[in-house]
């Protein structure tokens, strides 16, 4: 039975569940725990139809795996170029994620093919023969990866990026892209709070302007109570409490990267993002010093003239 302090649960090589353990399992994740999957064997497959039907209609899997065809070796597989680069655990690597992905090589593991209904955004990355590599979903108020790859048979365990995919992973399932100190606004966030509030009756949640609507506290079971949002509300001090007195509370804050405000190099904006463009900087005191000199040489042409004119009336005597 997985510790009820558990912040993750990794299945890797489990072997046949039962349907206790899979009942188990299916509870953990709708309280909120993330689990990670990693389908390396035939028998995976039968678990994760069992553990589809213990959860219901809270898990709805994009693809169905299915073990590979009689005689077929899963050998030597690659990954497809990545669609969804913005999102973790690929978002890391940036703008050198191909370099990163062509020299991984994977082996064993399931075949797949897509369900009816399913969402196809929730594989983030699939095999050259079309098979899923990795997907999250969600369950209840918890998230299930699936990585489909048996890591003996892989380089992706010895490769200097599986620490990083998969710090990045588990953050992503545990609603961890946060700072230390608050929580981004709109993330997706799960917090055990059991320790901290005891019994679930009479929790309230507070936000900066008073009691606020939220996704609920869930007390599925006698071990754990579950604060859950879908997404943080925005920036402030958020609170549980049990009449007047505060049981648990956190800070949600703007994420650093959508604060940062440090402009952009100016050639990035000359080499990189004007293309074919011929794009000219100006800067705005340049912009100022510009209007000023027009002015002055504006004076200066209407003084000559001025000074014409005086001429003209002398030589003249008109």
């Known amino acids: 039975m997985p510790s009820p302090g558990a912040e993750l649960i990794v299945l890797d090589h489990p072997g046949k569940l039962s349907t206790q353990q899979s009942a188990l399992l299916a509870a953990v994740l709708h309280q909120g725990r ?13 678990n994760l139809k069992m553990l589809a039907q213990a959860a219901g209609a809270d898990l709805k899997l994009p693809v169905e795996f ?5 005689g077929m070796t ?34 064993g593991g399931l075949a797949s093919h897509p369900t ?7 594989v983030l990355a699939e095999y050259n023969d079309h098979s899923a590599s990795l997907l999250t979903t969600r369950c209840g108020a918890g998230a ?16 200097s990026v599986f620490p990083m995919m998969l710090e990045e992973l588990v953050d992503q399932l545990a609603g961890r892209h946060r700072s230390r100190d608050a929580i981004g606004c709109g993330e997706v966030a799960n917090f055990d709070i059991r320790a901290e509030a005891g019994a679930s009756t009479g929790l309230k949640v507070f936000g900066p302007a008073g009691a606020v609507e939220s996704d609920g506290i869930i007390a599925d079971d006698a071990n754990s109570i579950i604060w859950h949002w879908n997404a943080a509300g925005p920036p402030g001090v958020y609170s549980v409490k049990r009449e007047t007195a505060t049981v648990f509370a956190l800070a949600t804050a703007a994420p650093a990267q959508a604060s940062d405000l440090t402009p ?9 993002l004007a293309g074919d463009r011929s794009v000219s900087i100006l800067s705005t005191s340049e912009e100022t010093s510009r209007r000023d000199n027009l002015w002055a040489w504006v004076l200066v042409v209407c003084t000559v003239c001025l000074l014409m004119e005086l001429a003209a009336l002398r030589i003249f005597k008109t």
């Open 66 to 70: 299915v073990p590979p065809p009689e």
């Open 34 to 46: 993330p689990v990670l999957y990693v389908t390396a064997e035939p028998v995976d497959a039968t």
């Open 116 to 122: 009816a209904g399913g969402v196809d955004d929730e």
């Open 264 to 272: 952009l190099d100016l050639t990035l904006l000359k080499n990189r």
């Open 144 to 159: 299930l990866a699936i990585l489909n790859v048996d890591l003996n048979e892989s380089n992706l365990i010895t490769s």
């Open 74 to 107: 899963r050998q030597d597989l690659f990954l497809l170029p990545i669609r969804q680069t913005n999102v973790p655990p690929f978002s890391v690597f940036g703008e050198s994620l191909a370099a990163a992905m062509g020299p991984l090589r994977f082996g």
